[in-house]
Structures are given as C-alpha cells and as structure tokens.
C-alpha cells in the first residue's frame, strides 16, 4: 500500500497547509505564557474549535483570509500578554 494519500496535494496546497500547521503551533506556543490556567484552557479550547471547524475548507482564497485572521488574533494575544507584563519566550 502506498503512503501517499489518494490526492496528493499540489505544491501551492503543500506550502498553505505547512502555513496554517505554523501558526497553529505559534498560537498554541503562545498560549502557554498566559499566566491564568482557566484562561489557557479557554485559548486553547477557541484555538482548536476554530481551525477544526476550517479544517475541511479548500477554497485557496478563503485560507488564506483565515490564516490572516489568525495571525492577527495571535497578535492581539501577544500585545495583551506584553500589557500584562509578560515576557514573550522568543
């Protein structure tokens, strides 16, 4: 049997895919320097919800917005933890 899956994705697919795994690590590394468990568990929860809810989408387009949506989510994140005077891990 054959690892590939049935339909290969192509390389435009492949490069969108590694883009949304990068931010939901970056998000979910982010979440980890809330202060607060309750509210970590929260993040996490929202986080996972919303990429499995958008994890079936195919529209090139439609990605694309998602990730911009979340990137500025996971900037909006960061500036609170900045306010609160947390220090980012990087």
Do not use: C
Not at 18 to 34: M, P, W
Not at 47 to 64: C, G, L, Y
Not at 72 to 89: A, D, I
């Amino acid at each position: 049997m054959s690892k590939l899956p049935k339909a290969a994705l192509s390389l435009k697919q492949f490069m969108l895919r590694q883009e949304v795994l990068k931010l939901y690590r970056e998000i979910f590394r982010t979440i980890r320097q809330v202060p607060d468990k309750n509210s970590q568990a929260e993040l996490r929860s929202w986080a996972r919800h919303d990429f499995h809810t958008n994890r079936n989408q195919s529209d090139e387009v439609a990605i694309k917005m998602l990730i911009q949506h979340g990137r500025r989510s996971l900037t909006e994140l960061r500036t609170s933890l900045q306010l609160s005077g947390v220090n980012e891990g990087k």
